[in-house]
């Protein structure tokens, strides 16, 4: 089935560690997403890339990294500047085009030890 | 930036009683898009609109464009317990520019009491 797999389910961080998220798709969308939600919060955007090579700052970038070296794969580091990296992590993707849709995956939980 | 005011927050109602709930912007949106997402979840696509009054149903959940294109709701007719959850809308204020420019609302907590 085609979809958005983001991996691990449950991450857990040792202070000074930095940690990567997993997220791949097979819906053949050029454009992904990292999103953080934090409870009874909406939705951040974190980092977006619109094509292959090539990536955006979102909203709350600072103490996140991206790569986006194949169309299917565009994993987030939490790295140790991030200071508050407990929260939901949600990965998406989008057609572009005028009738655009945004699909997202399963989440992952990064908590801090 | 732009916001969106989703209400109600929360929602606590009997099973097979039907639910309304909105968003609201001072802004235009070109694009209403309707999630639902469960615990520990991502949340999940229900319905999409693109065009001022269109009117979409997805089995018993209708959701509606508004004409001003400032606001859309969503409607659950004759709930049952698998419709407890988080609903969030989300607008894109411009075509053709990206998932990057949508703007999410807070959500609605729904919950069914037996």
């Known amino acids: 089935d085609g979809g958005i797999t983001q991996s691990p389910k449950y991450l857990f961080r040792k202070e000074g560690q930095n940690v990567t998220l997993s997220c791949e798709q097979n819906?053949?969308?050029?454009?992904m997403y990292w999103y953080r939600q934090d409870p009874g919060q909406g939705l951040r955007l974190i980092y977006y890339s619109q094509i292959v090579n090539d990536f955006q700052k979102g909203d709350i970038a600072e103490g996140y990294s991206v790569s986006r070296e194949k169309k299917e794969s565009f994993p987030l580091t939490v790295t140790s500047a991030q200071k508050n990296p407990t929260a939901f992590y949600l990965c998406a993707s989008s057609s572009t085009g005028r009738r655009e849709k945004l699909f997202f995956g399963s989440g992952t939980q990064l908590s801090v030890l | 930036g732009q916001q969106l005011n989703q209400s109600p927050q929360s929602m606590f109602i009997q099973e097979g009683e039907d639910v309304s709930m909105n968003c609201t912007s001072s802004?235009?949106?070109?694009?209403w898009l309707w999630y639902k997402q469960e615990p520990g979840e991502g949340p999940v696509l229900l319905i999409a609109?693109?065009?001022?009054?269109e009117l979409t149903s997805n089995g018993r959940l209708t959701a509606q464009f508004g004409i001003t294109r400032k606001d859309s709701f969503l409607n659950i007719s004759a709930s049952i317990p698998s419709d407890v959850g988080i609903y969030f809308c989300a607008g894109q204020p411009n075509s053709h520019q990206g998932a990057q420019k949508l703007v999410f609302g807070q959500g609605t907590r729904l919950t069914i009491n037996p």
């Open positions: 802004s235009i949106f070109n694009t």
């Open positions: 609109l693109y065009k001022a009054g």
């Open positions: 819906l053949n969308h050029d454009a």
